[in-house]
């Protein structure tokens, strides 16, 4: 019963029928149908005398997200954003901790992966309505962008939390990961032309976003699969040079303009270097969660800085670790279930997608990464409990190997800084 309240608490994240749907407007639905899966999962965990969570590293990890979250304000004694920061995130963590622990056996998995993906499909259609109406299902208007110029740039947007259309665009994207996948992978012809149907729609969705940061998203999506899947880095070249020409060519209008003088205060390039301030400022713990536009106009586009620079160092390890042990549990689950392969390599190239799109966009704390990390996570207790052998620890290696990818996300930006100041 858990699980039919997590599939309706997972279409209600995306589809947000309590914000638009009349019958639903003013209904807690998300809060009703989380805690309903929590009192289920439990109920059943106890009568199976199975309790306990998941045994892979993210359940822990999270929890050091959320500690770090919690004390970049208790160490700058600001009370009242210490509240503010907890309830904040709290949703995002009973999203990602119902979902990496309901979705506990193969069925499940691949139920909640295929429901993820026909529900972001369908907000494709809400795209194609709003673009044609001017207004979108729940009466939304277009993102219009571009005054200045003879044709301004018309992006399609959602409500609630995909109301930006970068973050339309990323779901998108995570749904073109997981489709390309199974159109590669060894099942039938159905499926096939299913997945190209399906990848059609999506492809369309994230040119209607007029995106940058999500055709950034996309090319290293659709790059990363090829080189991972033929596993030749050249294929993988040729197939992203070609894709990376026709989004030139044929893509969103604001691809070609990008510029360094965009309508802002501040160019992006001087966002990093305040955020790099901001950690020599207050190392460990940082400025305090959401704290970064505090005495800037504009967040620090780019998630890694943002991280460090608002919860510190440690906040940052914590949130590369979520990204380092779900892509070291895929490729082992790749290696070992060639059952869960195509599904484990769909949401590994999501997952560097993302990360591709999150060197430029503010995206630390949205519920997009979070998802991955519990899809992930779910794929790796899956595999385990039919391989107990595997093993999935975050041992110490992988907490150096984080520390050194933490750094190097910050002296990558670093360089960019030298070169663009």
Request: glycine fraction near 10%; charged fraction near 10%.
């Amino acid at each position: 019963m858990s699980f039919v309240f997590l599939i309706s608490y997972l279409i209600c994240v995306i589809i947000r029928p309590q914000d638009w749907v009349p019958g639903f407007m003013g209904i807690s639905l998300i809060h009703i149908l989380a805690t309903l899966t929590f009192i289920f999962l439990a109920v059943e965990q106890f009568s199976q005398k199975k309790l306990g969570v998941a045994k892979v590293p993210q359940n822990l990890l999270i929890l050091g997200l959320y500690f770090c979250i919690i004390m970049s304000h208790v160490v700058n004694t600001y009370l009242g954003g210490m509240i503010e920061a907890f309830n904040s995130f709290f949703v995002i963590f009973v999203l990602f901790f119902i979902l990496l622990n309901g979705a506990n056996n193969e069925l499940k998995f691949k139920i909640s992966v295929w429901v993820m993906v026909i529900v972001i499909t369908v907000l494709v259609f809400q795209g194609m309505y709003q673009i044609q109406n001017g207004y979108g299902w729940a009466g939304q208007d277009l993102t219009i962008q571009g005054l200045e110029r003879e044709e301004p740039f018309k992006r399609i947007n959602w409500i609630g939390i995909f109301n930006d259309p970068n973050d339309l665009a990323l779901l998108f994207v995570i749904g073109v990961g997981l489709v390309i996948a199974f159109l590669f992978g060894p099942r039938g012809y159905t499926l096939r032309l299913t997945s190209i149907g399906l990848l059609a729609l999506l492809l369309y969705g994230i040119y209607l976003t007029n995106s940058r940061g999500g055709v950034l998203a996309l090319m290293a999506t659709v790059y990363f699969f090829f080189v991972k899947r033929t596993r030749k880095f050249l294929i993988g070249g040729i197939i992203g040079g070609i894709l990376a020409f026709l989004v030139m060519v044929f893509g969103p209008s604001r691809i070609t303009s990008i510029s360094i003088n965009e309508a802002s205060a501040f160019s992006r390039v001087e966002l990093w270097y305040q955020g790099i301030l901001m950690m020599k400022s207050s190392p460990l713990f940082g400025v305090g969660y959401g704290m970064f536009t505090n005495n800037l106009p504009q967040t620090a586009h780019n998630s890694f800085i943002l991280a460090g620079a608002e919860l510190g160092l440690l906040g940052l390890f914590f949130w590369m670790s979520l990204i380092y042990s779900s892509y070291k549990g895929l490729s082992i689950v790749q290696a070992n279930d060639s059952r869960l392969y195509s599904f484990a390599l769909g949401l590994q190239s999501s997952l560097v997608g993302f990360c591709a799109a999150a060197f430029f966009l503010s995206r630390t704390y949205v519920i997009l990464p979070f998802i991955l990390f519990a899809l992930s996570g779910a794929a790796m207790y899956v595999a385990q409990q039919k391989n107990p052998n595997l093993n999935f620890k975050f041992t110490r290696k992988d907490m150096w190997m984080t520390v050194w990818l933490s750094l190097g996300s910050l002296l990558s930006s670093y360089m960019i800084i030298k070169l663009g100041l």
